[in-house]
């Protein structure tokens, strides 16, 4: 499992093993795993060119000190500075092994072939000074390779967010845990190849991270396994209340995905019942409403539903519901969190930007901020679809799941529907909203990876490989 940590926690740690070292160390630490994972983006050291954009603080330090052991390596190396001051240390270590300050940035950038980004670090905010904004671009423009120290100079660490001009690295080299910034959008997207150098902060960081991003054998663990006296009701039946005459389709693709997400069997309740047995005569149909359609261990409501009749019923159910789509309409906090059991909601951004009440941009801006509000407001688990799929419990002490296999191959219509159907069959073999929803998005991902193999990639495509990315995760 991947986890990041915010910036007050990564610096608490910092604190707590500095203490320990001499002056100095830590960074020095940092620096040789800066310079080695350097050296092998450049292939060879000696006779390259390596420019250092330098700040104040103490990324620009680890840049000097990195950039220093490349001089000793062969590389010319430039530092350009861009804060008031350099950092002391760094600058005499540069200069004493053969580095040099540019007089001239533009010119040491446009020959460079490696772009050291130690402008500002973990602590920024609200983007790049104006200052450095034609220096950045100019770095962009280079056609060097650009590494970031620690985080992309520009974006917010703890959120995500990019607030203006930002530096877009080739690969980001971080110290000691990931950041959240690093594996949520937009942040994301700046930062490249990710590689985490260890410094020595291990037990030091707080039990409990900020973002928790599953691997293949903790999604494996999650996955329901039938026993030997496992029957189709032992194992779970998931109702599905989706689907109209407008959009029949839609109840098929939540079926499809319900079929393939471990529940032992799967009850179709709406308009749509022809339509879903002419694909899958194994679902058993009822016409409504829900609560003559018989036992189930969870519901899936909303995809295509329109106003067809059954929210109620579903949401008035003593079972866990997970809610998408039309159902997501007008929901009320309040009818929501006085549910005796466990609700998952699963809105792309511009259903989470009408229940915030807020705008579909401000969502996919500061997503991990909306994907806790969310689930604070309604007092039900979450699940953000997006660029970057988020996960996030009611109790806001447990860390925010991102999910790493999504594909944007996935920004294809029915899509989240498979996905409602899935995670809704996962709740009803008996995973915990979270966790469902957290296994739901990953075999999900991968699915539409292995449909897709780079070329376009319909929603019953993604259906139709669950159970290779089941096989895949559980092998």
Request: glycine share 14%; proline share 7%.
């Amino acid at each position: 499992m991947r986890t990041a940590y915010r910036v007050e926690s990564v610096r608490a740690a910092e604190a707590a093993l500095m203490a320990g070292l001499p002056e100095g160390a830590l960074m020095r630490r940092a620096a040789a795993g800066l310079a080695g994972a350097c050296a092998g983006l450049l292939g060879r050291v000696y006779g390259s060119r390596v420019v250092l954009l330098v700040g104040s603080g103490a990324n620009g330090g680890d840049a000097l000190h990195a950039g220093a052991r490349l001089a000793r390596r062969g590389a010319g190396v430039s530092a350009v500075v861009l804060g008031a001051r350099a950092h002391e240390g760094g600058l005499a270590a540069l200069l004493a092994a053969g580095g040099r300050v540019a007089d001239d940035p533009f010119a040491v950038l446009a020959r460079a072939d490696l772009v050291l980004d130690g402008i500002t670090g973990i602590g920024g905010r609200g983007g790049l000074r104006p200052e450095a904004v034609p220096v950045v671009r100019a770095a962009r423009g280079s056609g060097a390779v650009v590494v970031a120290v620690d985080l992309p100079s520009g974006v917010d660490a703890d959120t995500g967010a990019v607030d203006g001009e930002a530096v877009r690295a080739d690969a980001t080299v971080t110290f000691g845990a990931y950041k959240p910034g690093l594996l949520v959008d937009p942040a994301r997207e700046y930062a490249g190849a990710v590689r985490l150098v260890d410094i020595g902060l291990g037990g030091l960081l707080p039990s409990l991270p900020e973002l928790e991003a599953l691997h293949h054998a903790d999604v494996a663990r999650l996955l329901p396994v039938p026993a030997a006296e496992s029957d189709k009701y032992r194992r779970g039946v998931v109702g599905v209340v989706a689907g109209s005459a407008r959009y029949p389709g839609a109840a098929v693709l939540a079926v499809a995905g319900a079929l393939r997400g471990g529940a032992g069997a799967v009850r179709y309740v709406g308009p749509a019942g022809g339509a879903v047995l002419a694909r899958y005569p194994e679902t058993l149909a009822h016409a409504g409403p829900p609560a003559a359609a018989g036992r189930v261990q969870a519901w899936v409501l909303g995809p295509g539903l329109g106003d067809t009749p059954g929210a109620d019923d579903v949401l008035g159910s003593d079972v866990p519901v997970l809610v998408d789509a039309d159902g997501l309409h007008a929901l009320d906090p309040a009818a929501v969190r006085a549910r005796p059991a466990p609700t998952l909601l699963t809105p792309h951004a511009g259903e989470a930007a009408a229940l915030l009440g807020t705008a579909r941009a401000d969502v996919e801006a500061r997503r991990l901020e909306a994907v806790r509000e969310l689930a604070a407001r309604y007092g039900a688990t979450v699940l953000l679809k997006g660029s970057t799929t988020l996960v996030a419990d009611p109790d806001p002490s447990v860390p925010v799941r991102v999910n790493p296999t999504g594909t944007p191959w996935l920004a294809t219509a029915g899509s989240g529907d498979v996905l409602s159907g899935l995670a809704g069959s996962l709740l009803a073999a008996g995973l915990a909203p979270r966790d469902a929803a957290s296994a739901a998005a990953y075999l999900h991902g991968l699915a539409a990876r292995r449909a897709a193999a780079g070329a376009p990639v319909a929603a019953h495509d993604v259906a139709d490989a669950l159970p290779g990315a089941w096989r895949d995760v559980a092998a």
